[in-house]
């Protein structure tokens, strides 16, 4: 942490967060490579109104609350992670989203910290997952982003859209998912091939398959255990 505080410091009071790698517990592997594979490397971003949008995407999954240091001053100004309605998922990233589209923010590829996902429910999660707020409440997202900016944050949130409607659609939930779509997703949107993909999985097919995949992964899991009893 006193490393990392140093490092935001020595960076200059005009960026407001640096986030930095991690390792996999217990394996101990490295995920540098798979965000490189993104085009994120070490330094400082600023989105722009031609930044595309899939690397705020990146950036903003990059942006894990255990490995990012941020300004005070930033933090409150954006009112600190999601609270409203009692919420438990992706409160953060409504938050580094705003700070995203305002402020400039660094990456450091090399890790600082093991994160244990192995009995957490980013592996576990047995049911569909909230919506996050981004998309409950995007309104108060586009009144805090800078006019030229408001572009490239509703191209953004088409694409969280369309990952979301098809989670949904995994679940059984299509018919939300299909209103994701309609609300982010518009025609002119650059993002319409995802949409249509977005489309086949919020849709009873999409549904059909997924309930599928849930029985054999169960029939896997039982195989499993009973083959090591």
Known sequence: MEQGVKALDSLGPDVAALSSGYLLYPSGKSTEPQWRKRELADGVYRVTSTTPPEQVVYLLAYMLPCTT????????????????????????????????????????????????TEGSALSTRKSVRPVEPMLTDSAPLFDNCPMDLRKVLGEVLALRAIKTASVLGYWGHWRKGRCLLREFVPGNNPAMWRRALGQLCASPLGSAVGSSWRMIDRARTFMERHHHV
Do not use: P
């Open 69 to 116: 240091i941020a300004r005070t001053t930033v933090v409150r100004r954006y009112h600190g992670f999601y609270a409203q309605s009692k919420c438990l998922y992706g409160e953060d990233s409504y938050l580094w989203l705003q700070v995203l589209m305002n402020e400039a923010v660094a990456i450091r590829m090399g890790a600082t910290v093991e994160i244990h």
